[in-house]
């Protein structure tokens, strides 16, 4: 029996993937490149966007016709899209179940239930006969994070450290997808971890809606298993203070903090890249950032979301800084570290954005040069409090104009970004080797190509850059 997964969203879905795969081997499923000769087709959801929803929902027309051509294929979908597990069979079905192509809905966090769903549907399918207990254990959020990960490239390794989000902005979906926010327990991140690295990952990023926040949430504290926050001062934030007003934590022993330093150990075992995504701006502290001077792993490339350039945009979307704030974070990153990459989140249309409130946006963007920025159009999200309370002001032209100007912008910044590392030396880890080409990524995460007729994926490779384009770098390996 053969399976094929496709995976869309961000990066926490690809681990999710990982983790979904090493299950479905575990039942006697192999992989298959090709998703025309697959028995089990899989789709994991993102519904972040409308546009990614959209895109499935079309998919799943498509495949109609070729379920009729195979009536034996079965077509099986989790990720942010599921809310209950269920099947065509279930008295009570996911919304998803009730789509003409598709077999059965899993919320990732239900794994153990795969097999008894799959059988729900297919009474007669042979699966492996290991029980739940032989497949899953039980951990600090039950069995999923358990899971012993099928790593998609044994080098590098996607470890999520928390689930869900406490922060409920206005706009976003993910505390009704994900649930509200709970950390695993240190120990289980270190053993995943350290599994990795003698695996052979030299490469570990370390996964959370909001990484910062690690151990810190209402059910963190609730558990009693983070009692490493009894040591934390207690801090006053004032994310709407001035630049020179504003305080982030001050020699806090935070749990996040804890969490690095302890995995920078495994350099001694082999581990040379450790990095995190994405944190947020309201639990970025100093330390945070000095940590990077003091850890052998922890690489200069930080993802910090800034949504709107705007104090007013900000307060709608419940984004609980200023930009004033945002600014010091960003003060306080070059200063200590000059050789830091930046990128962000940018959402440009959202209700009540003004072609004032967008230029400030704009402004902030040439102010503080990020290397990178992942811009969207706003769309409303079904069940999120903007979708239910905020007039969706701003014509879809218009959201259209203002993606493709701060587009314009970033590409001028980005140029000029990559155009200082001509010349240059720089480490770059080999993802990918196609065709006699290689690409992979530097310490601030460049993309990098250049010529090779040897596999070198996997390994760490000095490239001279040759040259500088808008989105990546080109260059000769030493």
């Known amino acids: 029996m053969l399976y094929h997964i496709t995976t869309y969203g961000c990066q926490m879905n690809s681990s999710d993937t990982e983790r979904l795969a090493a299950v479905l081997e575990s039942l006697g499923y192999q992989p298959s490149p090709d998703e025309e000769k697959a028995d089990l087709l899989f789709f994991n959801t993102c519904s972040i966007r409308k546009k990614a929803e959209d895109k499935f ?38 919304k998803l179940a009730r789509v003409e192509a598709i077999d059965l809905a899993l919320r990732i966090e239900d794994l153990s239930q795969l097999s008894t769903l799959l059988k729900e549907i297919r009474p007669n399918l042979k699966l492996n006969s290991k029980s739940d207990k032989e497949i899953f254990k039980e951990g600090s959020l039950g069995s999923y994070f358990e899971i012993q990960p099928k790593r998609a490239t044994p080098f590098q390794a996607w470890i999520p450290i928390q689930t869900g989000c406490d922060k409920f902005c206005t706009y976003c979906i993910v505390p009704f997808s994900r649930g ?22 030299i490469e570990i990023t370390l996964l959370g809606q909001t990484v910062d926040s690690y151990g810190l949430s209402v059910a963190d504290k609730l558990s009693g298993k983070f009692a490493i926050q009894d040591d934390i001062p207690n801090v006053v934030f004032n994310l709407t203070a001035s630049s020179k007003e504003a305080k982030i934590h001050e020699k806090a022993q935070l749990p996040f903090v804890i969490l690095l330093k302890e995995l920078d150990k495994l350099h001694t075992k082999g581990l040379r890249r450790l990095r995190f995504m994405s944190p947020h701006p309201q639990d970025f502290s100093e330390d945070l950032i000095l940590l990077h001077q003091e850890l052998k792993t922890l690489q200069p490339y930080i993802h910090l979301p800034l949504q709107s350039g705007n104090n007013e945009v900000l307060k709608a979307m419940r984004r609980p800084y200023t930009r004033e704030y945002y600014l010091h974070l960003i003060e306080l990153l070059k200063k200590y570290l000059p050789n830091c990459a930046i990128t962000t989140d940018l959402i440009v249309g959202f209700p009540g954005e003004t072609e004032k409130a967008f230029q400030d946006t704009v402004e902030m963007m040439k102010n503080v040069k990020f290397d990178m920025a992942f811009i969207a159009p706003y769309s409303p999200r079904p069940g999120t409090y903007a979708a239910k309370h905020l007039k969706d002001d701003v014509p879809v032209k218009e959201k259209a104009r203002r993606f493709h100007e701060l587009t314009a912008v970033l590409k001028i910044i980005s140029r000029r970004k990559n155009e200082a590392f001509l010349d240059k030396e720089v480490e770059v880890l080999v ?21 090779s007729s040897a596999n070198m994926v996997g390994r760490l490779i000095t490239v001279k850059i040759t040259q500088a384009h808008d989105w990546f770098l080109e260059g000769c390996p030493l």
């Open 57 to 94: 929902y079309g998919l799943m027309r498509h495949l109609v016709a070729k379920k009729k051509v195979n009536p034996n294929l079965l077509i099986g979908v989790t990720g942010c899209m599921v809310r209950i597990s269920s099947t065509k069979k279930s008295p009570k079905k996911d």
């Open 180 to 201: 509200r926010e709970h950390s695993r327990v240190m120990e289980e991140i270190v053993v995943e971890a350290k599994k990795a690295v003698k695996q052979g990952a």
């Open 431 to 451: 993802e990918k080797h196609e065709k006699g080409r290689c690409s992979g990524r530097t310490p601030q995460s460049k993309q990098v190509f250049f010529d």
